[in-house]
């Protein structure tokens, strides 16, 4: 309509058409034009200084302000090089302190030469040293104690395997000069260590070689001392432990096809063999314990039945099978109620038809489901019954006293340390429960700061998530934990690496999952044009074309002004 | 039926007694007129405190165990309803109405708390854990559904620390009961449903009953120093005889032939063609198979079976003839009534009652009360809400406590309260409501917090009925608040109405049916239609201001002479004198 009635003022010299004879309007005053012009100068000051800054200010999404570049740094591996210096104390008593410096000296540098693995290194000191920083002091992961023994031919060494003690019985000959750069018992000694430690430099050097941080921090030379063997079991025991937890839930449970057994020792059982387990592990995680049991535990429908093997009188289960054994839809196996993961330990029964009931291959009787729990097949002795009948005349025992669960719960406390990822080696408990410290550690400075990384990612890939102000805040902790995990890393105090990587971890995890930044806003592109155009069609084509009529005006204006 | 309850009571003291024992189930079945069966299944375990606090489960469920002790809950009732419980024709409930919810699914819990906060939470900890643990809603009870009763339920185990329990009440009326319920039930079951009584449950028959309630009961019971956790689970259907043994490959029911009705040939219009045709006077004839579809399979072995709770009993006319399977061992209870059977340990058992001319009826106890509540009014406002209590009883007069919640949206006016008494005479009067009622607890509600709730102590004289009454109205949700099926309207639960009887001891329950109270209900295109006229009113406001402040008036022959200049101007006049030249030839060539 406007364009039609209009003129917008410009001077009219010529008049071509003939048709009308009406004359033209007079040219407008100049006061119009002026009033015009501040009537849509105003418009658009309301709109722009008003109306889109409230615009903005109402559909905005709050994004608290993240420290991206750090964290991505962290992910990268470029904030911290994981170095796990392991402290060994030499107890020397009956050696002088300038021989045992020596020995100590000889026996690092063989150590050196020997390996190549620059993020996992032995550092060793004599035991009276320690007095010079106590703040400062290092967790002591292995005590050697030299102890001279006169009628041996050559060095021989003992792991005691209730405490971290190695005892190294050597004939008195052997100390090494104050001159000789190499000695027969350093070098043992050395060997003895680098032996000791294999597997957990081994599975460090996986860790690290998983991730990007440890491929910044370790790409030169590591794994081609490791054996295919090794390897391969370490992948095998990483890929089946469970994810780090601060709690675990250990649920053990009887399933029995029939009504029997309907009972078990169960509490002298747990206290015999889980409790001492669970004990040593304290350091590390927290337990709970639950039992129960469920007779009439039918196996799925769409298992294979076991088959019958004539030659050996026995019942055996395919191995391919073994992953269908437990009826998930049918056997109560809620996980616990409670943060933390549940690891499901089941002592099956079989019926007395199958008995007795074996894997066929291995003719084993128990397996780990990984990251899952573990399964013993328990074959008890089949007693009569006492109205000897003719046919139903087996049945099992209605009781199962504690001696015949003795086999399972053995295997079942060995289950659970390797769910947790305890390395197989060295025969010292304490020792392995150290090693599980450092590996953990590592796991999860790791896992946390891999996750700051990916919660940096989706940050910076989806700009209409709100970010609240609780995931800066865990950002924070989680770095000042993550530096505080890696500074105590460096300096070989491993539990409280441990314990700065867990809050690190948990932290993150919880910046990661946070409910109003998972639950993203669904207000899809199609509803904001439904609800905008409406409104915004009508009112902002008048405004449009009035604000161009106006530049139009101006630059003619201008044109006009500098021709003329 | 007072046998029933003699033989629940005793059941009930058999196992408060035996401490010891640990796992019980027992069946009952008992015909009721006109053809129906009620079939109550009970299963009872136990365990003790010290193996239930350690967390090592036998017979009670781990899964449960674990949910009560993560939300403190000392004392747990669960039940979930379908269907109505026809007392005029059924007489009184089975367990005293104890083992019954209103319709869809009630939970009520004594929660060991500090205050009333931590208990709140530790509620909604146990609402959201039992949600998941049987399939159900009951997350969806949140603080405007839960209500905390005063005087309406009492703890009924053995609490060593009452004071620090607090109860909370919470009811999910428009849920709907289904297997996938019942198969969570079961579950928690040591034999699983697979052998014993509880191999007869089947979700095919179980919500194709006329009613049926499954109830869950925690609580603690203390011998002495000796404290023991309690689950109850029972089960109560009323079957329809006739429905139950149509075929499964042939559900449909048809027209008896011909040849087969039984007429009344007493009527004049008898012929060869026409029939009157008789009801069948006998009691009719069923078995465990045909009704339930199976047989069970065996006892479960782990019920300890001492003592006259045997494991099925029958509550039938002494003359009829009943055939049990040849394994089981019958004995008579010392009401003449009663023939309890024992489970063959492996073998399938079988009941079957064979058809025969009714000689006695068993009596049915009378309720001592009967209840009904409904809507009343009309319009999108307002409404009223009316309860009718019938005392049957020609002598004694009735005590009892009337519980009901209201949703927030339905606002009560209690100053409207009014009670109107109906003799046998069937003469109508008004009375003030101070007359019946002895007790009044009442808690209005908050809008989108917390319901209304009210406790009416009320005393029923002997045969009258009295009818309350008080008008209600109905709050305007917001858009968001409605439902997907809006128009359906919103579910009120039943009324929980407490009798004390002295006789009994324990106090007997009954619930009112629950009921739909239609609200206004927009239409729910309302938020565009709101945008897209406003929008339009603005726009041509604005539009219209605008122009009238930007534009340049001119006269209508200015106008056109401006308009002959304009390029535009020029381009339609050549169009105009084109299509006139068009025109011009075809008119031509014409």
Not at chain 1, 335 to 355: E, Q
Not at chain 1, 461 to 475: D, E, H, Q, T
Not at chain 2, 79 to 85: A, C, E, N, P
Not at chain 2, 439 to 466: C, H, K, M, N, W
């Amino acid at each position: 309509m406007s364009e039609k009635y209009e003129n917008q003022g410009t001077p009219q010299t010529t008049i071509t058409s003939t048709a009308s004879a009406s004359s033209l309007p007079p040219p407008e005053k100049p006061s119009a034009i002026r009033t015009r012009f501040k009537v849509v100068a105003a418009f658009w000051a309301v709109i722009l200084f008003l109306g889109f800054p409230i615009w903005w200010k109402t559909t905005s999404i709050y994004r608290a302000e993240l420290p991206l570049q750090e964290m991505l740094d962290w992910a990268g591996g470029k904030s911290c090089r994981p170095v796990l210096p392991v402290e060994i104390e030499f107890e020397t008593p009956s050696l002088s302190d300038v021989e045992a410096q020596q020995l100590l000296r000889t026996t690092q540098h063989t150590l050196d030469d020997l390996n190549e693995f620059s993020a996992h290194h032995l550092r060793l000191k004599l035991a009276d040293e320690e007095a010079q920083q106590i703040t400062e002091k290092a967790d002591t992961a292995l005590t050697v104690r030299l102890l001279a023994q006169n009628d041996l031919p050559s060095p021989r060494s003992e792991l005691q395997t209730d405490t971290t003690t190695l005892d190294v019985f050597y004939p008195p000959s052997q100390i090494p000069l104050p001159s000789s750069a190499n000695s027969p018992l350093s070098s043992f000694i050395a060997g003895e260590l680098q032996r000791l430690f294999a597997e957990e430099k081994a599975t460090i050097a996986q860790i690290l070689s998983n991730s990007a941080i440890g491929a910044a921090a370790s790409s030169n030379n590591q794994a081609q001392q490791i054996s295919p063997q090794l390897a391969e079991s370490i992948t095998k025991r990483l890929r089946r432990s469970m994810k780090y937890a601060e709690t675990y839930h250990l649920a053990f449970s009887l399933f029995t096809p029939g009504s029997a057994p309907s009972s078990w020792d169960i509490e002298s059982a747990v206290q015999e063999y889980i409790s001492p387990v669970v004990q040593a592990l304290s350091p590390i995680s927290n337990f709970t314990i639950d039992t129960q049991v469920q007779l009439y535990a039918t196996f799925s429908p769409t298992t294979p039945a076991p088959e019958y093997d004539e030659a050996q009188g026995i019942w055996t289960l395919q191995e391919e099978n073994l992953s269908a054994f437990i009826n998930a839809a049918e056997w109560p196996l809620n996980p616990s109620i409670g943060a933390g993961p549940t690891i499901n330990f089941i002592l099956y029964v079989p019926s007395p038809d199958h008995f007795p009931l074996l894997v066929k291959e291995s003719k084993a009787t128990s397996w780990i489901i990984p990251q899952w729990g573990g399964v013993f097949i328990l074959n008890p002795p089949l007693p009569t019954r006492p109205d000897t009948n003719s046919t139903k005349s087996l049945s099992n025992p209605p009781h199962l006293p504690r001696t015949s669960l003795r086999p399972a719960f053995l295997t079942f406390s060995h289950q659970l340390l390797s769910l947790l990822g305890t390395p197989s080696t060295p025969a010292s408990l304490p020792l392995r429960l150290q090693t599980l410290i450092r590996i953990r550690a590592a796991t999860l400075l790791l896992s946390a700061s891999s996750t700051l990384g990916s919660l940096a990612r989706l940050t910076e890939s989806l700009p209409s998530i709100p970010i609240p102000a609780p995931v800066s805040s865990s950002v924070s902790t989680t770095l000042s934990h993550l530096s505080a995990s890696c500074e105590s890393l460096r300096n070989g105090r491993f539990r409280d690496a441990l314990a700065s990587a867990r809050v690190a971890e948990t932290e993150a995890e919880r910046s990661f999952f946070e409910k109003s930044m998972v639950g993203q806003v669904y207000f899809p592109d199609e509803h904001k044009v439904a609800v905008y155009l409406p409104l915004l069609g009508p009112i902002g084509v008048p405004l449009v074309l009035g604000l161009l009529k106006e530049v139009r005006r101006i630059i003619i204006g201008w044109k006009g002004a500098r021709s003329g | 039926m007072t046998t029933f309850f003699l033989f629940a009571l005793i059941l009930v003291t058999l196992s408060a007694a035996s401490v010891a024992s640990n796992y019980h189930e027992s069946l009952h079945l008992q015909p009721l007129p006109p053809s129906s069966l009620l079939a109550s299944f009970n299963f009872k375990s136990n365990t003790t405190q010290t193996s239930f606090k350690k967390q090592h489960f036998q017979y009670f469920p781990r899964a449960l165990g674990q949910i009560l002790q993560h939300a403190n809950t000392q004392e747990l009732h669960l039940r979930f309803t379908t269907g109505r419980w026809d007392s005029e024709s059924w007489g009184s409930r089975p367990w005293d109405g104890a083992k019954e919810g209103g319709t869809g699914v009630e939970l009520w819990a004594w929660i060991d708390a500090q205050d009333d906060e931590a208990a709140f939470a530790k509620w909604i900890t146990l609402t959201q854990s039992l949600s998941g643990l049987f399939c159900a809603s009951l997350n969806f009870i949140d603080s405007t559904r839960t209500t905390r009763p005063v005087a309406s339920f009492e703890p009924a185990g053995d609490h060593l620390a009452p004071e620090n329990l607090h109860l909370l009440h919470g009811t999910l009326p428009g849920e709907v009961v289904c297997t996938e319920n019942l198969t969570p039930f079961l579950k928690l079951l040591p034999c699983k449903g697979k052998a014993g009584v509880a191999s007869l449950l089947d979700g095919h028959k179980l919500f194709d009953a006329a009613w049926q309630s499954m109830s869950i009961d925690v609580r603690p019971v203390c011998a002495g120093q000796e404290c023991l956790v309690q689950i109850d689970q029972t089960v109560d259907i009323v079957l329809d005889i006739d429905r139950s043994k149509r075929s499964k490959d042939n559900p449909i029911p048809r027209p008896v032939p011909g040849d087969k009705l039984v007429c009344d040939t007493s009527k004049p219009y008898y012929a060869r063609d026409t029939c009157y045709p008789l009801e069948n006077p006998g009691e009719k004839a069923w078995s465990i198979t045909e009704l339930f579809g199976r047989s069970i399979s065996g006892s479960c072995p782990l019920a300890d079976s001492q003592g006259p709770d045997e494991a099925v009993c029958l509550h039938i006319g002494p003359e009829r003839e009943v055939r049990p399977s040849p394994e089981s061992v019958e004995t008579k209870l010392m009401d003449e009534f009663t023939r309890c059977f024992t489970l063959p340990p492996s073998t399938p058992f079988d009941l079957a009652v064979s058809e025969q001319e009714a000689q006695s009826n068993i009596p049915l106890d009378e309720p001592l009360l009967y209840a009904e509540r409904t809507i009343v009014g009309h319009g999108q406002e307002r409404g009223g809400m009316r309860i009718i209590f019938d005392n049957p009883s020609p002598s004694k007069s009735v005590d009892f406590m009337y519980f009901e919640t209201l949703p927030w949206f339905l606002r009560p006016y209690i100053h409207t309260l009014q009670a109107t008494i109906t003799g046998r005479d069937g003469i109508r009067r008004q009375i003030r409501t101070s007359e019946i009622i002895k007790e009044t607890f009442y808690r209005p509600g908050i809008d989108r917090e917390r319901g209304t709730q009210l406790e009416l102590g009320l005393s029923v004289p002997p045969a009258s009925r009295v009818t309350l009454n008080y008008d209600f109205e109905k709050a305007i949700l917001r858009y968001t608040e409605y439902p997907p099926d809006a128009n359906r309207g919103f579910n009120v639960a039943p009324a929980v109405i407490k009798v004390s009887s002295p006789e009994a001891g324990r106090p007997i329950y009954l619930r009112t049916t629950s009921l739909l109270l239609p609200l206004p209900t927009p239409d729910f295109s309302m938020p565009y239609n709101v945008i897209i006229l406003t929008s339009t009113v603005i726009a041509l406001a604005f539009g219209s201001i605008f122009n009238l402040l930007v534009r340049r008036f001119v006269t209508v022959e200015e106008a056109s002479a401006l308009r002959a200049q304009t390029l535009k101007g020029r381009l339609a006049g050549k169009i105009v004198a084109l299509r006139d030249k068009i025109r011009g030839k075809s008119s031509k060539v014409e």
